[in-house]
């Protein structure tokens, strides 16, 4: 589709003027941060405005309060270079971290590496600064004081408003600052690996790690196979050794400011995997490779293989992870299609898949196909429970029992943008 | 007619994911402080960077967009500096496909690239300056320069005609460590600029009447002070072209084999002076070339050598390259701009480097900016400090 003007505004009193101008003139908007639109969010629609904010770039640090205010422009990388010299982070680093925006992500409520003890991005949100659909400014969270030293506390003055826009795709308003927590960096790690012969027990082993706080910034249940084709990609770059693989292989970053917790938690990982009847398997180059690469490893174990890919990013529980699994492998056989899915613990009970169809972007019958074995899937893992980050249209189209919630976002949708501009379609097809 | 396999390129261009790590990516693990230079200098819309690019290709070479200069225009506002492709996360040679593109797309009217072609074709320089005037600095050499010789000495047409300094110094860096050497009597243009932009037919003929040239000068050795000259005579000739030379050394690299053999002995500056080396992209990422002047720069006593953020594999562009300098002169003074900044908050006086093309563009970006930081060749370091 070809929009009808691309801006580049670089201050949120010009993205309200833009979008009181769309507002008057019932044009759709279509607001874009970095523009890696992994699952087709800031896709233009015909004659539409496509707002681009990467000029807003201006980082502020509150280091008494623990947060940091990032304008829409800034990316993770960015913004973890912003607060390295403070010895400071945000412990969550989205595998789009080069290029994605935190506004942007905090948009999808993505995730990453360190999500497997600080959640989604949603759960760093202090406060969020947004132009809505009729060019009004907001602030939420403990900023909307104007005598407030600065964001320090999201619920403020009642209900979430903060949390009605993370995970929106921008059709209800454009974010223009996002208020963050911030952490002591850390500085120990321990990685390893633990292998199990049967998936129940490998789950077993992620819901324990969180039952005993151990802190597993990054733990990765890999099949057997999907872990052979990992290792393809990046095992020697990571120079990972060569292994036996078990069936099923956890990954594990333990991640702790001090190291003496640091001990303590490494010790509890392996006594946790023993008496589950798994092994240590000791081999810390996988775990070390994702964590130290863990700005990009998505994109780089993603793009290597020369495929192009549809993604489905949906959270199940731990113990249902194989659920997800048996029907992402029944979804590829009846499409006879190749693919593969990764993902890794996230927050307090949760399990973030991405399982990705892969086709060749110059065979227009293929991609067709992965299209269809993608709406499928989607419907499949609905059923067993999985639920996605956000309600991008392939989850609602033909899902049962969602009508009430649909038509709740929708008054949600109308009470804030009447005449339907901001990014129309993209969520829930509202 | 091109000789580039167009579904082949289509497949390659095929290849990026739209992912937009070429955009600007702050890596700073792996020393990215910002990707694309263009981007970083322009309006920033998605057709300045590597992303967009692709996307307007294919669409030519698709015919979803019409064959025209307008639509092809971002094609050219590009440095082909290979920051992109260093990053890529998909290993894709984007800057070497932009480069195709560019030869498939050498019918679309373009007056800039056709004149620069013409002018060496006709001149055997891009500046349209007399031939013989890439000589003219040997007059004030004080010794007698022969045409002919075992180790020639292939001046390129920016350090002849626009930076003689660079010239003189080399040639006093050669005499000070013994090195007999010669400089043609009509050096023809190594076509760096004709591969870049497109022209590679031009380019081919060009380089077969260089070669010539080398062969009939008996040299057995080519020292050169660029680093598009030596990376067109060094990688392009004998890959694109099937040209084999005799080997070709920037003269960083002859200069630090001169150092270490102890034939060169630098006395040094009076005081410490910080000195910021900046990687020009032929000899860097092209061509692996980063510790050969660094060693000369830390062999000078009193030199304090300054690393930028980013340098080496990372570096950013001093915005000459690709024809940039002639497609969007002032985007490329503003690229340039951005890179004495980055010198500057290097705490250093000098800006050096080891390309003149680099230099001559890095000294129109100190002016556009204001600095006082001085650009000087690494060369006419190491020549001033020699005793």
Known sequence: ?430 | MTGVDIEELRENLLQCRRCGICRNAVYEDEGFNGVCPVWKASSGFETSFMRGKVQVALALLDGQLERTPENAESLYTCTLCGNCSQICAAEFNAKDCLEKVREVFADIPNEIRDSLARAIAQTGNPYSEKPSAKRSWIRQMGFKVPTRGKTLYYVGCTTGLRLPDVAKSTARILKAGGVEFAVMESEPCCGSVMLRTGRTKEANENAQSVAQSITDSGAERVVVSCAGCLRALRKDYPERFGIDLPPVLHITEYAQQLINEGRLRPKGYPKVTRIAYHDPCHMGRELGIYEAPREILRSIPGVELAEMDPSREAAMCCGAGGGLRSFAPDLSRRIAADRVRTAESARARILASSCPFCEHNLAAGRDLSGSSIDVVDVAVLLASSLP
């Open chain 1, 1 to 430: 589709m070809t929009p009808g003007a691309v801006v580049r505004p670089a201050s949120t009193e010009e993205v309200s003027r833009i979008l009181r101008f769309a507002n008057d003139e019932a044009i759709t908007v279509i607001p874009r941060g970095g523009g890696s639109s992994l699952q087709g969010e800031v896709i233009p629609k015909a004659d539409s405005i496509v707002v681009e904010l990467m000029r807003l770039d201006r980082m502020a640090l509150h280091e008494n309060l623990r947060s940091v205010t990032v304008g829409a422009g800034v990316t993770y990388g960015v913004l973890d270079k912003f607060l390295k010299p403070n010895d400071l982070w945000v412990p969550i680093y989205p595998e789009s971290s080069l290029v994605c925006t935190v506004a942007g992500n905090v948009a999808v409520n993505g995730a990453g590496p360190g999500s497997s003890t600080y959640g989604s991005i949603a759960e760093m949100v202090l406060g969020l600064e947004v132009v809505l659909p009729n060019g009004e400014i907001i602030q939420t969270g403990s900023e909307a004081n104007p005598n407030a030293p600065g964001p320090f506390m999201r619920y403020a003055f009642g209900p979430d408003i903060t949390g009605l826009f993370i995970g929106s795709l921008g059709s209800l308003g454009i974010i223009t600052k996002v208020s963050l927590k911030v952490f002591k960096r850390m500085h120990h790690f321990d990685y390893n690996t633990y292998g199990f012969d049967d998936s129940s027990k490998a789950e077993r082993f992620l819901l324990e790690l969180r039952n005993n706080d151990v802190n597993a910034l990054f733990a990765t249940l890999y099949e057997g196979r999907i872990l052979n084709f990992f290792m393809d990609m990046l095992g020697d770059e990571y120079g990972i050794p060569k292994h036996e693989w078990p069936a099923y292989t956890v990954s594990v970053t333990i991640g702790r400011t001090r190291e003496d917790q640091l001990i303590s938690d490494a010790e509890e990982a392996k006594r946790i995997c023993s008496e589950l009847g798994g092994e240590v398997i000791g081999v810390r180059e996988l775990p070390r490779g994702e964590w130290t690469d863990r700005m990009w490893v998505f994109a780089r174990s993603s793009y290597a293989h020369g495929w192009h890919w549809r993604i489905l990013y949906h959270h199940q529980t731990p113990i249902n992870w194989h659920k997800s699994i048996d029907e992402i492998w029944k979804v590829m056989d009846k499409y006879g299609l190749l693919g593969h899915t990764a993902g890794f613990l996230t927050d307090h009970s949760s399990y973030n898949l991405y399982p990705m169809i892969f086709f060749d972007p110059a065979d227009k019958e293929e991609e067709q196909k992965a299209r269809r074995a993608h709406a499928e899937l989607a419907l499949r893992l609905y059923e067993t429970g999985a639920v996605p980050f956000k309600l991008a249209p392939y989850w609602v189209d033909g899902v049962k029992d969602l009508e009430r919630y649909i038509e709740f976002v929708k008054s949600v949708k109308r009470l804030l943008d009447p005449k339907g501009i901001m990014n129309p379609g993209v969520m829930a097809g509202v």
